[in-house]
């Protein structure tokens, strides 16, 4: 049961108090006031509250409550004695968007771009000269911009509202900004029109609207227009967050995919044609290996030993983790470690700089240059437990099984640069991903062409990492996405995970039945704001169980 409010609470601010009074309307516009109260207390609020809120006369608040209560709008929890909002409201709510409405057409859209950006995605309407927020869908990060349904906001300072005033007539924009001075929230805040007019030019032009902590210090912002038939704005949605996540690069990135978001809305809502995320997964460092790498790699879960075998790929290092012990192997320093597997004979093969390395229980077997494999740039093992890699000449890559001395048998040629590959142990067919176009491959046993999977959109991150779990379901890790993500069947993103860092750079299944999830993860290069919001960036990390 909810308890009472126990703070004070405060009248809500009364923007149309300037409005010329009408005789009659002195007591519904206290049921209005006593209405806002009750829905800006953040718990149950007594009579006793109100009264002290209110300073009237203790019979004109009963006769004001018992007509709100019993029209619905409010309700008394008979045991505390403590009112909150009553479920009329939410049956008045279901109307003001009709044939069609906004919000549950908007709905879809904005979960797909929440789960498409790991950030939050919101809906808002203009409402008399400001932008009231209508809709939402929660980033799944523990640090995410979570402003309340219902608060309006200024339109001179927020994405969504640069937005809207950019498609509306000039003068007209001008009118609904007021003659008042404009508010400064931060020091970022526009509060020159001139530069506020420039600046909505130029939104016009490239479609989106960008916030960059005018409102709110630390959070950035990027919004875009639903416009109707005629091209004018009837409502904007946005994504906001971190500015550590939300970075210039990647915010120009999101700036077309929100346009393009909006415009499917805006055509839904006119009849023409036009995804589930998980927060607090608990990521924690792997308690074998809790120092960071430059550059995590190529995990790899050895079922035979129940250990984890991975790579920080620019050390170079080898580590064997098995329980709280984890055991290493160095190779002569020089080149990078560009592919490893584990063998069904239980030997980790490793490539490095165009030699073929064969290691047993920390002990190197075969030491072997091969120079075609200098271009390697993935490794995956099959359901036989025989190593395949992936290797680039030209602008080609090569896809083979590789033999005992290193020798890869070709099977397929892709014109891309192919960059992970994950084998899917029940279908046996092989993922390959393209990281710099976000393309990934489905590659079919018996050497057919390979054929489109899917696209991932540059604004969730590059797909540097692929495995396919134990239900033979394909994850991809979002290098510079903060997230991992789980795809239907069809290459849609259905289920995402949010991490603590910005680059996972590989994935692997692992534990008794596979409910462990490792991701090795890469620090080198990220400026220093971001590693201070991000210092488990260069861990190994697991998360216990990943149920859904």
């Not at 809906?123 to 209508?134: C, H, I, K, N, S």
Request: proline share 7%; aromatic share 6%.
């Amino acid at each position: 049961m909810a308890e009472p409010h126990a703070g004070a609470i405060r009248w809500l601010p009364d923007d149309r108090s300037d409005q010329p009074a009408v005789a009659g309307t002195a007591l519904i516009g206290k049921a209005f006031r006593l209405i806002d109260l009750v829905a800006a207390a953040p718990g149950l609020v007594t009579a006793a509250e109100l009264a002290a809120a209110t300073g009237w006369p203790k019979a004109t608040l009963y006769r004001i409550l018992a007509s709100v209560t019993a029209h619905g709008f409010v309700r008394l929890d008979p045991q505390s004695q403590g009112y909150t909002l009553g479920y009329r409201l939410l049956e008045l709510a279901q109307n003001v968007w009709v044939a069609p409405d906004l919000a549950a057409v908007a709905s879809v859209e904005l979960q797909r771009l929440r789960d498409m950006t790991g950030e939050t995605a919101y809906l808002a309407v203009p409402d008399d000269g400001m932008v009231l927020a209508l809709g939402k869908f929660e980033s799944p990060h523990d640090v995410r911009s979570a402003a309340r349904l219902g608060v309006r906001k200024p339109l001179h300072c927020t994405s969504q509202g640069k937005a809207i005033l950019a498609f509306l007539p000039e003068a007209e924009a001008e009118a609904m900004l007021g003659h008042e001075s404009l508010e400064r929230f931060t020091p970022q805040t526009i509060t020159d029109r001139d530069t506020l007019m420039t600046q909505l030019r130029i939104v016009r032009a490239r479609g989106y609207a960008i916030e960059d902590q005018e409102i709110l210090s630390g959070n950035r912002c990027v919004g875009a227009p639903v416009l109707d038939s005629t091209g004018r704005p009837i409502a904007a949605i946005s994504v906001a967050g971190p500015i550590y996540r939300l970075t210039s690069e990647r915010v120009a990135q999101l700036g077309p995919e929100i346009a393009n978001v909006a415009r499917n809305i805006g055509l839904a809502l006119r009849g023409a044609p036009v995804r589930q995320s998980q927060a607090g997964t608990p990521w924690q460092p792997h308690d074998a290996h809790r120092q960071p790498v430059f550059y995590g790699a190529h995990p790899v879960w050895d079922a035979a030993r129940s250990s984890l075998v991975w790579a920080d790929r620019l050390g170079p290092t080898l580590y064997m983790t098995e329980g709280f012990r984890t055991a290493t192997f160095r190779p002569e320093p020089g080149a990078p470690i560009d592919g490893l597997a584990v063998t069904v004979d239980g030997d980790v093969i490793l490539l490095l700089g165009g030699r073929f390395l064969r290691i047993n229980k920390q002990e190197c077997l075969q030491d072997r240059a091969v120079s075609e494999l200098g271009g390697a740039t993935a490794m995956a093992t099959d359901p036989d437990g025989q190593p395949w890699a992936a290797v680039q000449q030209g602008d080609e890559t090569r896809i083979g099984r590789l033999g005992r001395d290193g020798a890869i048998e070709p099977r397929w040629t892709l014109r891309k640069r192919i960059g992970a590959l994950a084998w899917s142990q029940a279908s046996r067919r092989l993922f390959a991903s393209d990281p710099e176009s976000g393309t990934i491959y489905l590659l079919e046993r018996d050497g057919s062409t390979p054929r489109l999977y899917t696209r991932i959109p540059r604004v969730s991150g590059e797909p540097r990492s692929l495995a396919v779990d134990a239900d033979d379901r394909l994850w991809v890790g979002l290098y510079d996405g903060w997230s991992i993500a789980r795809l239907t069947t069809e290459g849609e993103i259905e289920r995402l995970l949010p991490l603590p860092v910005p680059r996972p750079t590989g994935l692997a299944f692992g534990g008794e039945g596979k409910d462990r999830i490792y991701v090795t993860t890469a620090r080198i290069d990220l400026a220093r704001e971001v590693l201070e919001k991000a210092p488990l960036s260069g861990h190994l990390l697991v998360a216990s169980t990943i149920a859904g």
